[in-house]
């Protein structure tokens, strides 16, 4: 048994052949992320394949014939680790940066960022009105803002413009030739900059801007028009001052390597967070004599995580919490409050209109020794991140702010190992269609409906007290708490299956707004529709449209099945994936998605499927829910789906991707009807 767990335990994990997932409670010595009770075995490495179930009554073995699938590591914790999924030792993703031949330039401090928003009066009003930063100076596209204690012109620069990014996260030197120093730097580091003698904003002189190695857009300055230093206008204080800028945070696919680039770079490391191997899953960075300046978190990059802004003490962040839902807008409040084990900091993590995250920060500690030891944690110490043992939300580990190259466009992401060939783990639900009828709604699992991959027009405010003038901006469902959804007849298969409690509190992964033209989408849709005919890949859209949007993709998605019942096919179901709450968790997905299921597409027990027929076949085990009748929303219960529901059954997925594997996120894969192949029913209800 032994032999045949460790072999499931490889196959399980395994990302180019799928996964293959088996409820059962005997099999307690299989470990997952999830609490690990499942799965398979698998025969010999290239030889004649096999999977072994292991049930509560009977071993069940399936012959799958010869089929290569590697080997494959166990699954890394959620800490986003930088090694290839496929390998059982760590190595690095790239070659490390080399170290230039000049010296690096030398940096005080982290000064300020200049944030793209989509909404300029709604930022200001959350940024001003809630969090008290202070107003510099404003015309009507920008405006430039400081905290309490700070005396150079501005810690944060809010510009108008499309779509919400960071422009660039700047860092001050220590006098004006360490500008030269640091546009000859990356210049031998081959990357691209721009130098102005007049800066790039309003309060900055002589200032050079970089696209860094890692992709990340940085300004190094000096020359700075000098402001009021507000410390003792106790008559401007607020119980919730923001006193300082504290640091930024930046998402990475390769920790290593950009840990050794800002250690060449003069970054000093206060903490990091280790595996056994001693690979490198996050790192807190210095210049100035606190715990950081910039840290690096792996994942999907480059992205910045957040910008952090210091209180004096802790009591201050309990007030912004009171006022915030004072406001009414306490579903800004992603994260906390709480204490950090890193940095041993208390902290407050919240989301302004454009979803940017900031956190809010206090007590860490003195690093100003030359000789201050970095304090090493495990990737499996559940205090890592709080030190209170508190779990993390999936979004917090999953979303960040796109950032913008030099030309102002966003910067391509590189995908994180961890979702390499864009596998997620997941659990998927079918519900198919007792009788002819189709639904064109659905829900997109953040409280909205879409009709034809449009956003659904319903009235909500009914059941709401009349806004708040802070609240204009927080009309965002299930952004850490649940709101009222709007009703809607659905007919069976349109929505996933209520389980009670399963989506509160989960902020969502994706934003409310579309990007691609009418156009754009049409083209898309008809790619697809001849990728499927052919059985040739599409390349990845999300390499192609960088700014791809959820939203965009269920257009896709919609037009897509319109071209096919068009030809003829007719719809059977409707497909749900990722309903597993635990599978969200372990994989760092925070909902559903959804897909269509044609007539065409449902074999029956003992069909013999060709291989030919799909362009890259997986095979998942799941669940399908045959309904006697409609589910009318939003309010059903458990009960009302039981009641519903005619029998479940057993059913393999076949997975098929109509879309290159390589760098898939979950954007591709909506669009890719979900990754809908086929399906066989099984089993007697």
Not at 7 to 14: G, K
Not at 68 to 93: F, G, L, Q, W, Y
Not at 156 to 161: A, I, P, T
Not at 299 to 324: V, W, Y
Request: aromatic share 8%; charged share 25%; hydrophobic share 35%.
């Amino acid at each position: 048994m032994d032999a045949n767990l460790t072999r499931a335990h490889n196959f399980s994990q395994s990302v180019e052949a799928g996964m293959v997932w088996l409820n059962s409670h005997n099999v307690r010595d299989l470990r997952t992320p999830f609490g690990g009770v499942k799965s398979s075995g698998l025969g010999h490495e290239g030889g004649f394949r096999s999977i072994d179930f292991y049930t509560d009554q009977q071993a069940v073995h399936i012959t799958l014939g010869t089929v290569h699938t590697p080997n494959s590591a166990p699954p890394p914790p959620t800490d986003h680790p930088t090694r290839h999924p496929c390998s059982k030792r760590s190595i690095p993703m790239t070659d490390f940066i080399p170290t230039p031949t000049i010296p690096a330039p030398d940096i005080v401090r982290c000064a300020y960022m200049e944030m793209v928003v989509t909404d300029l009066a709604k930022s200001r009003e959350f940024y001003v009105g809630v969090l008290g930063l202070h107003v510099t100076c404003e015309d009507e596209n920008t405006i430039y803002l400081r905290s309490l204690e700070e005396f150079i012109h501005h810690n944060l620069v809010l510009r108008q413009g499309p779509v919400a990014a960071i422009a660039v996260a700047a860092f001050r030197v220590k006098s004006p030739a360490e500008v030269d120093a640091a546009e000859a730097y990356y210049k031998e580091l081959g990357c691209r900059t721009e130098r102005r003698k007049d800066g790039f904003v309003t309060g900055i002189g002589d200032a050079v801007r970089v696209e860094d190695p890692l992709g990340f857009p940085y300004e190094f300055f000096y020359e700075t028009t000098h402001v009021e230093r507000l410390t003792q206008r106790y008559d401007l204080y607020t119980a919730g001052e923001l006193v300082r800028l504290d640091h930024f945070n930046q998402v990475t696919p390769d920790v290593p390597k950009g840990r050794k680039y800002l250690e060449d770079l003069g970054f000093r490391v206060s903490e990091d967070i280790k595996d056994s191997d001693g690979v490198t899953y996050a790192a807190w960075m210095h210049r100035k004599q606190t715990v950081h300046d910039t840290a690096l978190t792996g994942g999907d990059g480059p992205r910045m995580h957040h910008i952090a802004f210091a209180t004096h003490e802790k009591h201050n962040i309990i007030q912004i919490c009171d006022k915030m839902g004072a406001l009414r807008i306490s579903d800004r409040i992603e994260r906390g409050p709480g204490r950090h084990g890193v940095s041993n900091a208390f902290y407050l993590y919240i989301l302004d209109p454009d979803d940017h995250r900031i956190e809010i920060y206090t007590q860490d500690y003195y690093t100003g020794d030359p000789d201050n030891p970095t304090i090493t944690w495990d990737v499996h110490d559940n205090q890592r991140r709080d030190w209170w043992g508190n779990p993390v939300v999936p979004s917090w580990y999953t979303e960040a702010s796109l950032v913008l190259d030099l030309t102002a466009t966003p910067a391509c992401h590189r995908a994180h190992p961890r979702l390499r060939n864009g596998r997620h783990r997941r659990r998927r639900r079918f519900l198919l269609h007792p009788r002819p009828g189709r639904c064109n709604q659905r829900r997109t699992g953040r409280g909205d409906w879409l009709q034809d991959g449009q956003p659904a027009l319903a009235n909500t405010e009914s059941r709401r007290r009349p806004p708040s003038p802070c609240e204009t901006f927080a009309r965002r469902p299930l952004r850490g708490r649940p709101k009222p959804l709007p009703r809607a007849n659905v007919s069976p298969g349109s929505r996933w299956l209520p389980r009670l409690s399963a989506f509160d509190n989960r902020p969502s992964t994706i934003r409310r707004h579309t990007m691609l033209d009418d156009a754009t989408i049409a083209r898309i849709a008809d790619e697809l529709v001849e990728a499927g005919r052919t059985r040739v890949p599409m390349p990845r859209l999300t390499a192609r449209y960088p700014e791809m949007t959820v939203e965009d993709s269920y257009r896709v998605q919609s037009l897509w099945r319109q071209r096919c019942e068009a030809s003829g096919r007719v719809l059977g179901g409707h497909k749900i994936g990722l309903t597993s709450k635990a599978m969200q968790y372990a994989t760092g997905i925070t909902e559903p998605d959804f897909g269509i299921i044609f007539k065409d597409m449902i074999l029956e027990n003992g069909s013999t499927v060709q291989w030919k027929q799909y362009s890259h076949p997986r095979i998942e085990v799941e669940l399908a829910f045959l309904l006697k009748e409609d589910i009318s929303g939003p309010d059903a219960t458990i009960f009302d789906v039981l009641r519903a529901t005619e029998y479940v059954v057993p059913a393999l997925e076949i997975l098929d991707s109509r879309i290159e594997m390589e760098g898939r996120t979950i954007v591709d894969t909506i669009s890719d009807n979900a990754a809908m192949g086929a399906m066989v029913v099984g089993g007697t209800p």
